[in-house]
């Protein structure tokens, strides 16, 4: 096997490799990194250091060696896409952790590894070490999946329960993560949702058998989430986490990232720091849950090795036949019907509910409850209404509505309020 990338997850995927007992299955026998020698000098001295290997700068030459399968964790995406389609085309069998590669051209990439008869396996590109992709191509093949829920991105669920259990806005929270090696220093892919989405659109595809892009699926950001959300919600029997689903009903695929509100007891609710859950729906065998480490050096590589072995036992039983991949296209719509959080920062006056109650009377929406904490600046006063289920598109006209209304002193926060 080739190793392309020794950084974090290479380093952590060659230690363990060098410490498993030698069975023969798998054998590292190159190294590719930029800047070669600094790699070896830095890490020389570790007892897993691998000295027996050839090391090489050069990208060809390990799609010339004469290797079974080339481990691709250098991440991004114009190297990364062309290291990965050499390697099929070459009829070598590829490993990845690569989410963005995957989400964008994951169905090309699985067709054409089928066309060489070689293997594409991306197991720890969703939820690091967690094995819910493993667990979509075998342990659950058998149901007939058409539901996928996650908290996927463990930068946003660290941030979002800092923010619950200490009451911190979230700039404290967000720098907390930073300096915690959490959150890098440029965080929008994670805290916009776009890191989640690439990972849902992955498990669409390994769990749902659809082609979706990740541009197509909605990102909500978790910028505006502020402690008194915390209150609110906590009054409601519920928290915030970031909340990736996907719903596959005929030929449509409902899917949203973002916020949401989850009841305290619910699995979801319990999911602190940087974990990982993703929960899935099988028309057979109902619901499952998967729980764990989402990222990190070590979690990572175990799902890297754990594919490197499955590569390796199916590449021992022979080539693999070219079977077509057959993938829906579906519509991709975020209108969800669901009951709804919305909260106001305003500058306090009379006829405010009032004129909010106007709006959505005009949209046939239906308040369930209006929650207003005292104790806060009447110049910037929060406070909440929830309303009863309805279409996101029903209730989109009317946010804008309320939203313009001159007491309002930013954009209502609406957030999906699930079971
Ligand atoms: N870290 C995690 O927790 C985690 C979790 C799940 C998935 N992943 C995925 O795993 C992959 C690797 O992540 P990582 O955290 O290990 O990244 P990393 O620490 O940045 O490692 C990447 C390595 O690849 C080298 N590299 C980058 N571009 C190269 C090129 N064109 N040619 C040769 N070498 C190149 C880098 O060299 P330099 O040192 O010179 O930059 C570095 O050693 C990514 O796709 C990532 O999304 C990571």
Redesign the pocket.
Known sequence: MAL???????RAVARILSERNNDGLLRLTHI????VE??KQTWVAEPWFPNDVVWT?D?RAVLQADVDIVIE????LT??EELVRGALNAGKSVV??????IARHGPDLLQLASANSCQLEFG??VA?GVPVLPALRTGLSGDRLHGIAGILNGTCNYILSRIETGRIPFSEALEEAQARGYAEADASEDLDGGDARAKLAILALAGLQVRVSPSDIRARTIRPIDAVDFDYAAELGCTIRQISRADMKETTLFADVGPSLVPTSSPFGRVQKNLNLVLTSGKYGGDMAFLGA????D??AVAVVSDLMFVAESLATGPRPHRPLLLASPNVSCDFETPWYLRFLVKDQPGIIAGLAAILSAHQLNIDAVLQNPGFDKNALPFVITLEPCRDAQLHPALQEMSALPFALRPCLCLPILP
Not at 73 to 76: D, E, F, K, M, N
């Open positions: 392309v990338g020794f950084g974090t997850v290479g590719c990194n930029r800047n600094r790699k700068e990208l964790l250098i991440g991004g190297a990364a990845t952790a690569n989410k963005q590669l720890a590109s690091g989402g990222a990190g050096g979690p990572t």
